[in-house]
């Protein structure tokens, strides 16, 4: 199970900062989710423009840290915004940081991937789902749904929210060859349901969660 | 659970390539087969290793091994500053921050000792707490929460009694509030505080329209209700035009069996003489006085005036009715005369 440090590790140090990204390498993950939008031209790290920093973290500056202090870290980038020029620049950062590779671009939406994947086809993406409530509702659904939602994103990955995941949804996603990872993880019983159901990778705010072996 | 990072990576590679080549079903042994083959290493790479937590060692609780001290910090001061939930019942509740409730928590302190501490150990956190700011903020919840009591009321919509039922008086108790919340901030519980009240009674209940009379001055009905359900009518006498019956709300004032009748005074009365009780005694057997001067409801022994308008502003039944309403009705008890 890949273990992925939410914003860095959100619970260790302010989100979306260098600092919790160092703080999230200093327990160990795999990953890094970060959650990426376009201010000022510049691809930066916040949850949205209202929750902005006064210096907001740019992407650059994380891709940098990362390289130097964990090259083989992978990145999940959060788009929290869409737009060409957006979408232009993240593609053009991943691309001189030379993370394409080990980086996997998420929405919700499916537009937005497909452009993602226009501009670089050697770019993983992930369709995030879903963005309001009533996930009884919709876990129940999923299954049916999923290789349709899929489709239309022609995403190679899903970030599922933990409630809506159910064995019969992840044996899907593996019918298809698509990995799941669960947001936002922070219970270790939560944990121990999703490694259950072999689930691929868990986004945490808090990496300790994760058993040490 | 950990995984290399190439292993990693080309499960992503796969995974990508999957997708297109998913509906053929060939991705699905891809991915599988990578997740179950990855060779174990760190993942990460670290430089001169920071001063890290001793494992397993806590703050108040608060899992703190292997952080770093400014991770430690931020754990501890996240969970400290969650707010103190706060609860009245289900919709109304507020959680406010220890900052709110004026503590504060000596939280780099506590890390220090938490980096010498022996693994395993439990470091106490000291949090300090502002009496008077504590108190001063059970008064916003008492300004957010007491609510004095509301009587109960009936009023007539459509020829018909509403009632409307009383609301209790809630009075929030501002030690034991603070007490209950100072306990929360220096044990780092955040469980929920059941806000501690004192519930007050307000003076006029339902109970109090258990019976409610509305008479028809213009078609000679007198109804009786069981709060809004019309239990009982009755066929009576009103006041003629020179005498009419007033309209209004009244209750019954006093109630007298077997009555003296006594004349008023009033130019129709003039030179009549003081009724014993007794068969030809205008008020028949029982008299249920009004808060209107002088207008009483009450049995009359001239049954043949039922159902007109004829007498002196006084509602009249027959002796029966009268007898079996007297009964039932109390003193207080809520009368409505409408004109139809």
Redesign the interface.
Known sequence: ???IGHRG?A????ANTL?AI??A???????VELDVLSVGGRVVLSHSARELASEPVTLDDALELLAQ??????VVADMKVSGPAFERDLVDLLRRHEAV??A?AASGSADVLRRVQKLEP????SLTYPRGRFFLLKRLALPFRIAGL??AA????TTLRHPVISRPVVERC??????VLAWTVNRPSVLARLDALGV?GVITD?P?I??T? | MRRSGPAALAFLACAAAGVLAAFVLAGGVGAQGLLTTGTTSTGTTTEPEPTLVPPGVTIAGIPVGGLTADSAIFTVQERFNRGIPLVLNRQRRLAPTPGVVGATARVEAAVQRALTAAPGETVPLTVLVSEERLFAYTATVARRFNRNPLDAQVFLRRGRPKVVTERLGVAVQRSQLAGAIHKRLVTMSRAAVRVPTRVSMPETTRRTFRNVIVIHRGSNRLELFNYERLRKRFRVATGQSVYPTPLGRFHIAVKWRNPWWYPPNSRWAQGLKPVPPGPDNPLGTRWMGLSAPGVGIHGTPNPGSIGYSVSHGCIRMYIPDAEWLFNVVDIGTTVFIVPG
């Open positions: 199970m890949l273990r590790a619970r260790l140090a302010p600092a160092e703080a390498l200093a327990v160990g993950i795999d990953a202090r964990a090259p083989e870290t992978l590779p080990r996997l050697a770019l993983a993406t899929l489709e022609g995403a190679s990955a593996h019918e298809l060859g698509v990995p691929d808090d300790r994760f058993p072996s």
